[in-house]
């Protein structure tokens, strides 16, 4: 049974009667289209994969071949609310700072994400809101910085407490750091991202942090919810899942300015879900919708993964240094530039 319902084509889980389509955890209906005048490519939309900074990845030497930008990943706490890379590199290291400047002599930049699945989110480890902002300035100062990225997944995105003070914090360095944009990358299944990501980007709302963009992790969904395994499809209806919440949340705004707050993160190659790879294949289909929708940001976790495994390499688990699929270097780069 499928449905048009506000400008989105809505299907069904199961038979339903007297429900109103509505994006999110569970319920019966899904997302699988955009029935009204597609917003064509976003304004300023941007390919920045994330590199893991632990993997030693040559980004300015590779700049080229990926296109000039990056998210590195991920800072966070080493320990008394001590921002640092991935919490065994200290900043005082200064990583990657000549490759950064490098880049951005060749036209490109950086976003710096903080948080990821591993270790402890600065938020949830500083006792207030003043040493919070102190660290995260003490990034943005070192590297420059015009773009911040919040991670926020695993025990951090149920943690009320931590996401309000980050929230507040977040404004507050908007305010001192004029221009400087923010992003938030939440989980999410191709229904929608999740119900605690929503309660987290209403809360930044309400203290004022002005989003530039919503980046749903399309990865890693389950047998339930994966289309059968279709990763691209899965993805872009996670894209337009999230692009009705966030309607919900900004009804001021058109569906061609809430669909330029979108971004999507697929995980390509082998995901962490022995079931689920995302193909080149995927990558051309998401790269084209997306673009066509008016999507803002495509990433994918993650750079150091573009590439194909060496022989021997083990089928699964999915490697942090390869894709576990028959590729050419940079293969998925390519394919995302067209963004």
């Known amino acids: ?112 994400s903080f948080g990821g699945a591993a270790g402890s989110e600065l938020a949830t480890t500083c006792s207030s809101a003043s040493a919070l902002q102190a660290q995260y300035q003490k990034v943005i100062t070192q590297y420059s910085l015009k773009h911040l990225d919040f991670d926020v997944e695993g025990g951090a995105i149920g943690n009320s407490t931590s996401n309000a003070t980050r929230n507040q914090v977040i404004a507050a360095l908007q305010h001192a750091n004029p221009g400087l944009t923010v992003s938030f990358t939440v989980p999410a299944l191709p229904t929608g991202i999740t119900s605690q990501a929503v309660s987290l980007i209403q809360d930044a709302i309400a203290k004022g942090v002005v989003i530039s963009e919503v980046n749903p992790m399309a990865m890693d ?44 993160t697929p995980m390509i190659g082998q995901n962490d879900n022995p079931a689920e790879v995302f193909t080149l294949s995927d990558a051309s289909y998401l790269v084209s919708t997306a673009r066509a929708n008016g999507v803002c940001l495509l990433a994918y976790w993650s750079e150091t993964r573009d590439t194909p495994c060496a022989a021997g390499v083990p089928a699964t688990p999915a490697q942090g240094n390869c894709s576990r699929i028959s590729m050419s270097p940079f293969a998925f780069a390519n394919a995302f530039k067209g963004f």
């Open 1 to 112: 049974m499928q449905a048009q319902y506000k400008g989105y084509l809505w299907q069904a889980n199961f038979w339903t009667q007297g429900n109103q389509p509505v994006a999110g955890d569970g319920g019966p209906w899904k997302i699988v289209g955009y029935c009204g005048t597609l917003p064509g490519p976003a304004s300023g939309r941007m390919f920045a994969p994330y590199v893991d900074v632990t993997m030693n990845y040559p980004l300015a030497a590779n700049a080229s071949q990926v296109g000039n930008h990056y998210t590195l990943a991920f800072i966070i706490d080493s320990g008394g609310c001590t921002a640092s890379w991935a919490g065994t590199i200290p900043l005082s290291s200064n990583l990657y700072l000549s490759d950064v400047q490098q880049i951005r002599a060749n036209g490109g930049d950086v976003v710096v």
């Open 221 to 264: 969904f389950g047998g339930s919810y994966d289309n059968g395994g279709q990763m691209g499809l899965s993805a872009m209806y996670t894209g337009w899942s999230t692009m009705n919440q966030l309607e919900a949340l900004y009804p001021g705004k058109s569906h061609a300015q809430v669909a330029a707050m979108v971004g999507i």
